[in-house]
């Protein structure tokens, strides 16, 4: 590997540029509460066809690993989470903004952020390679039944009716055969329609999916919404006693963030309560949890930061996405060409150390620039809805546009948008969609594969050491999730 | 619209265009020489076939679920008007063209829908707003990615 192309590659002025816009859109969309993360980096996957892979790539993961920090701005200001993975600030942010000052609660945030970001991306320097020299001894069952895993792990962890989820998995993995076969060269359900040919276009998808709906439920707050706040100092800083004072739940958070990373399904929303839970139980201060103390804003931020480098681990050593948001960011792959996976690293070694270096660059833009911009980034929460939403849905309309100039792509996405918008109201799990139609051909193609190996046989996926051992961890799983369900009801009956 | 009954209509519908998926892609992959029975049907037939359980499997937990809420679809009429909006929109540029022209009007038609306001300085606003999203995208999309519009 040729360390001086690495990093005259990174430190280009046109990655450096994307890095920083990347932290800004995120930054900025990050804490605009409804909105969230897949918002973030969904609307910054149409540039990805202009630019190069590795920009792609670090302009969409300086997005997410902004925007999970941006989610605790709305959350310390308003009280109201910018992303699922904020929740957990608020017991402690807002509080301590209301009886202090919103800057401290927003510093604690920041540090707290940057410290789990650097960790994940540490965790995915480390692991990312040894995963990815395991990954060569798989072959296509293991890869099958690894698919299976992430849709189901994305189903039945991240969603309260698991049936439902489930639902949305075959939903997505049915739009995922949309298009030409790969063996055979036949049509799939194109109705007709030859720019289906190549399959639904993953950025009219995402958007549909995940921006056009949630624009719809915004509108259902009101176009006169508009959300305030008591403005009192957004000043930045703490002394290094307070410091002092947060650094076993800013460890704890990033232990636990990277490790719940790593595993597809949870994400950082999970990472963020573990975080949190795990601070309040090895703090000396249990019951100031919920009062303002800042160790329950340092536990769930560098939690929710740390599983956005823990989440590429998988993506870049098996091919398998993480979380739902990096399901978007194998998507910039895909543009470019690029199969994730265990040979990326042998077929494309200076892109993958670019990727796994320049995850600590966004790192430290998402704190250079969230020191400096927050004060203005709380301005936008405040805009109101009969602004906020013309606006994003034009940006998200010229987004679907920009991928292939048809305005039949833009059709599609608002198809889908109000598919998922009516969908999601019954709660049908949308990132469970998106996960599904990401995985959905590289399940199909491995199970095709391993059959035409066994001659139809099923056996093969029980008579490989691996796959048998998949095969175990996906009924344990399952059958998890079934005991959890059938827990409640039997306390209520006793 | 109760959430039980929602629900069974989502389930219905569901299990309908799984039907339709299979059975269409029967038909447009019928034909030509079968050299394997792991052909393109496979991989959506076990998918219809899923789907379909699974639809059954849930129509019975929603029945069997105590109680019953109410599907509320609040400010709907904002959701419609802007839905329609945004179909006239994508047909007036599909078969007129004039983008910038088009975009303008659509925005400005949305910020009066919306704030629902015409005095002078409300339209000098709205119209200033606009302006500068349309600069925005041109310089975003054709000047910096090269996108025609």
Request: aromatic letters at 12%.
């Given at each position: 590997?040729?360390?001086a192309?690495?990093?005259?590659?990174?430190?280009?002025?046109?990655?450096?540029?994307?890095?920083?816009?990347?932290?800004?859109?995120?930054?900025?969309?990050?804490?605009?509460?409804?909105?969230g993360?897949?918002?973030?980096?969904?609307?910054?996957?149409?540039?990805?066809?202009?630019?190069?892979?590795?920009?792609?790539?670090?302009?969409?993961?300086?997005?997410?690993?902004?925007?999970?920090?941006?989610?605790?701005?709305?959350?310390i200001?308003?009280?109201?989470?910018?992303?699922?993975?904020a929740?957990?600030?608020?017991?402690?942010?807002?509080?301590?903004?209301?009886?202090?000052?919103?800057?401290?609660?927003?510093?604690?945030?920041?540090?707290?952020?940057?410290?789990?970001?650097?960790?994940?991306g540490?965790?995915?320097i480390?692991?990312?390679?040894?995963?990815?020299?395991?990954?060569?001894?798989?072959?296509?069952?293991?890869?099958?039944?690894?698919?299976?895993?992430?849709?189901?792990?994305?189903?039945?962890?991240?969603?309260?009716?698991?049936?439902?989820?489930?639902?949305s998995?075959?939903?997505?993995l049915?739009?995922g055969?949309?298009?030409?076969?790969?063996?055979?060269?036949?049509?799939?359900?194109?109705?007709?329609?030859?720019?289906?040919?190549?399959?639904?276009?993953?950025?009219?998808?995402?958007?549909g999916?995940?921006?056009?709906?949630?624009?719809?439920?915004?509108?259902?707050?009101?176009?006169?919404?508009?959300?305030?706040?008591?403005?009192?100092?957004?000043?930045?800083?703490?002394?290094?006693?307070?410091?002092?004072?947060?650094?076993?739940?800013?460890?704890?958070?990033?232990?636990?963030g990277?490790?719940?990373?790593?595993?597809p399904?949870?994400?950082?929303?999970?990472?963020?309560?573990?975080?949190?839970?795990?601070?309040?139980?090895?703090?000396?201060k249990?019951?100031?949890?919920?009062?303002?103390?800042?160790?329950?804003?340092?536990g769930?931020?560098?939690?929710?930061?740390?599983?956005?480098?823990?989440?590429?681990?998988?993506?870049?050593?098996?091919?398998?996405?993480?979380?739902?948001?990096v399901?978007?960011?194998?998507?910039?792959?895909?543009?470019?060409?690029?199969?994730?996976?265990?040979?990326v690293?042998?077929?494309?070694t200076?892109?993958?150390?670019?990727?796994?270096?320049?995850?600590l660059?966004?790192?430290?833009?998402?704190?250079v620039l969230?020191?400096?911009?927050?004060?203005?980034?709380?301005?936008?929460?405040?805009?109101p809805?009969?602004?906020?939403?013309?606006?994003v849905?034009?940006?998200?309309?010229?987004?679907?546009?920009?991928?292939k100039?048809l305005?039949?792509?833009?059709?599609?996405?608002?198809?889908?948008?109000v598919?998922?918008?009516?969908?999601k109201?019954?709660?049908?799990?949308?990132?469970?969609?998106?996960?599904?139609?990401?995985?959905?051909?590289i399940?199909?193609?491995?199970?095709?594969?391993?059959?035409?190996?066994?001659?139809?046989?099923?056996?093969?996926f029980?008579?490989?050491p691996?796959?048998?051992?998949?095969v175990?961890i996906?009924?344990?799983?399952?059958?998890?999730?079934l005991?959890?369900?059938?827990?409640?009801?039997?306390?209520?009956?006793? | 619209?109760?959430?039980?009954?929602?629900?069974?209509?989502?389930?219905?519908?569901?299990?309908?265009?799984?039907?339709?998926?299979?059975?269409?892609?029967?038909?447009?992959?019928?034909?030509?020489?079968?050299n394997?029975?792991?052909?393109?049907?496979?991989?959506?037939?076990?998918l219809?076939?899923?789907?379909?359980?699974?639809?059954?499997?849930?129509?019975?937990?929603?029945?069997?679920?105590?109680?019953?809420?109410i599907?509320?679809?609040?400010?709907?009429?904002y959701?419609?008007?802007?839905?329609?909006?945004?179909?006239?929109?994508?047909?007036a540029?599909?078969?007129?063209?004039?983008?910038?022209?088009?975009?303008?009007?659509?925005?400005?038609?949305?910020?009066?829908?919306?704030?629902?306001?015409?005095?002078?300085?409300?339209?000098?606003?709205?119209i200033?707003i606009?302006?500068?999203?349309?600069?925005?995208?041109?310089?975003?999309?054709?000047v910096?990615m090269?996108?025609?519009l």
């Amino acid at each position: 590997m040729d360390i001086a192309a690495l990093f005259s590659e990174l430190f280009s002025l046109s990655t450096l540029f994307f890095i920083a816009l990347g932290t800004f859109v995120g930054l900025i969309i990050g804490a605009l509460p409804g909105l969230g993360t897949m918002f973030a980096i969904v609307m910054l996957l149409p540039i990805t066809y202009v630019i190069s892979p590795l920009d792609s790539v670090l302009l969409l993961l300086a997005a997410y690993q902004a925007s999970e920090y941006g989610g605790s701005i709305s959350s310390i200001i308003l009280g109201i989470p910018g992303t699922p993975a904020a929740a957990a600030t608020v017991l402690d942010g807002y509080t301590l903004a209301k009886n202090e000052s919103p800057g401290k609660a927003i510093t604690y945030s920041l540090i707290a952020s940057t410290i789990g970001g650097i960790f994940g991306g540490i965790v995915l320097i480390f692991l990312s390679k040894p995963l990815a020299s395991f990954g060569l001894k798989l072959s296509d069952p293991e890869f099958f039944l690894i698919c299976i895993l992430g849709v189901l792990a994305v189903g039945m962890l991240s969603s309260e009716d698991k049936t439902k989820s489930l639902i949305s998995v075959v939903f997505g993995l049915i739009l995922g055969t949309i298009g030409m076969d790969v063996f055979t060269g036949k049509m799939r359900f194109t109705l007709g329609f030859l720019e289906l040919s190549d399959g639904i276009n993953i950025v009219a998808l995402m958007i549909g999916v995940f921006a056009f709906s949630e624009i719809l439920s915004m509108l259902e707050e009101g176009p006169d919404k508009r959300h305030s706040f008591d403005k009192r100092s957004l000043k930045f800083g703490i002394t290094w006693k307070e410091f002092s004072g947060v650094k076993k739940p800013i460890s704890l958070g990033s232990l636990i963030g990277s490790v719940v990373g790593v595993f597809p399904g949870l994400g950082a929303p999970a990472a963020s309560w573990f975080g949190y839970v795990a601070a309040k139980r090895f703090s000396k201060k249990k019951e100031l949890f919920g009062k303002g103390n800042p160790e329950g804003i340092a536990g769930p931020e560098s939690a929710n930061n740390a599983t956005v480098g823990g989440s590429l681990v998988p993506l870049l050593s098996l091919g398998i996405p993480g979380s739902p948001a990096v399901a978007v960011i194998m998507g910039a792959f895909i543009i470019h060409g690029i199969q994730p996976g265990p040979l990326v690293f042998s077929n494309e070694t200076t892109l993958v150390y670019s990727i796994l270096y320049g995850f600590l660059l966004t790192t430290v833009a998402m704190y250079v620039l969230g020191r400096m911009l927050t004060v203005f980034f709380v301005k936008a929460i405040i805009v109101p809805y009969s602004y906020l939403v013309p606006i994003v849905l034009l940006l998200l309309i010229m987004g679907v546009y920009a991928s292939k100039q048809l305005i039949f792509e833009i059709s599609l996405a608002f198809v889908l948008g109000v598919i998922c918008y009516f969908l999601k109201k019954l709660d049908f799990s949308l990132p469970s969609i998106v996960m599904a139609f990401v995985l959905g051909p590289i399940m199909e193609e491995s199970l095709r594969r391993s059959l035409s190996l066994s001659q139809g046989s099923y056996a093969i996926f029980f008579t490989r050491p691996y796959s048998l051992a998949l095969v175990i961890i996906i009924a344990v799983i399952v059958l998890v999730s079934l005991v959890k369900k059938l827990g409640p009801s039997k306390h209520v009956s006793s | 619209m109760s959430y039980k009954r929602a629900t069974y209509v989502a389930l219905s519908l569901l299990m309908v265009f799984g039907w339709v998926y299979a059975v269409s892609i029967h038909i447009t992959t019928s034909g030509g020489a079968r050299n394997s029975s792991i052909g393109p049907t496979y991989f959506p037939d076990l998918l219809a076939v899923l789907l379909t359980v699974l639809c059954i499997v849930s129509f019975f937990q929603t029945a069997r679920k105590k109680g019953d809420s109410i599907v509320r679809l609040h400010y709907f009429k904002y959701v419609l008007i802007t839905l329609s909006l945004i179909v006239a929109y994508l047909l007036a540029w599909y078969y007129i063209g004039y983008f910038y022209i088009l975009t303008f009007v659509f925005l400005m038609s949305l910020f009066f829908i919306y704030r629902r306001n015409f005095s002078m300085k409300q339209i000098a606003k709205n119209i200033a707003i606009a302006c500068s999203m349309l600069l925005v995208i041109y310089l975003i999309f054709e000047v910096a990615m090269s996108i025609p519009l």
